[in-house]
T-cell receptor, first 117, second 116 residues
Framework: GAGVSQTPSNKVTEKGKYVELRCDPI?????LYWYRQSLGQGPEFLIY????????DSGLPNDRFFAVRPEGSVSTLKIQRTERGDSAVYLC???????????????FGAGSRLTVL | AQSVSQHNHHVILSEAASLELGCNYS??????LFWYVQYPGQHLQLLLK??????LVKGIKGFEAEFIKSKFSFNLRKPSVQWSDTAEYFC??????????????FGTGTQLKVEL
């Protein structure tokens, strides 16, 4: 597509529930990233995919968070047993490639706002 | 771990005033530097970037930034702001030696309000 698409744009859930957030990157972009932005903070890195594999998942806060990208395009971020502290805007970004120099520009989506009651 | 500091959290300027937003990073190695902007109701967009070469980089809408390696800084400037520059500005850094990808570390952002 023309840009990075994220759904849903807003999600309200109850504590303890399971949530899935979807990201559709720019067509042809091999690298895909998930970030989390809490109120008053900058985006915080969660995980990065190069193709189908997670190249760096060091930002995932705990094992309740998991992400997949089975066909190297669309990605889903999955959060189990949600907690109130998970409330944030979850941003997805993509880039043409994740070259070794890091000299790639990320294009961000509009984000999915998650509210855990 | 690297970190990014943006010292000005809120800035209010009148139209035509000059702007400088500070950005300092902690990592001492080779870095790539970025400024992203988020206009009200819109998503993050790239304003400008520095990878190598001339340390003074020019971006969209008349913005520029200067990389000063000795000061670990990448301050954003604009000589004359417009009301439409009202937005939140984020400085970001990645470390070229991480072996790939773009694990950007962002600052906390600066909220700029330009008054008519």
């Amino acid at each position: 597509g023309a840009g990075v698409s994220q759904t849903p744009s807003n999600k309200v859930t109850e504590k303890g529930k399971y949530v899935e957030l979807r990201c559709d990157p720019i067509s042809g972009h091999t690298a895909l990233y998930w970030y989390r932005q809490s109120l008053g903070q900058g985006p915080e890195f969660l995980i990065y995919f190069q193709g189908t594999g997670a190249a760096d998942d060091s930002g995932l806060p705990n094992d309740r968070f998991f992400a997949v990208r089975p066909e190297g395009s669309v990605s889903t971020l999955k959060i189990q047993r949600t907690e109130r502290g998970d409330s944030a805007v979850y941003l997805c970004a993509s880039s043409p490639g994740g070259g070794p120099s890091g000299a790639n520009v990320l294009t961000f989506g509009a984000g999915s706002r998650l509210t855990v009651l | 771990a690297q970190s990014v500091s943006q010292h000005n959290h809120h800035v209010i300027l009148s139209e035509a005033a000059s702007l400088e937003l500070g950005c300092n990073y902690s990592y001492g190695g080779t870095v790539n530097l970025f400024w992203y902007v988020q206009y009200p109701g819109q998503h993050l967009q790239l304003l400008l970037k520095y990878f190598s070469g001339d340390p003074l980089v020019k971006g969209i809408k008349g913005f520029e930034a200067e990389f000063i390696k000795s000061k670990f800084s990448f301050n954003l400037r604009k000589p004359s702001v417009q009301w439409s520059d009202t937005a939140e500005y984020f400085c970001a850094v990645n470390n070229r030696l991480t072996g790939g990808g773009n694990k950007l570390t962002f600052g906390t952002g600066t909220q700029l309000k330009v008054e008519l």
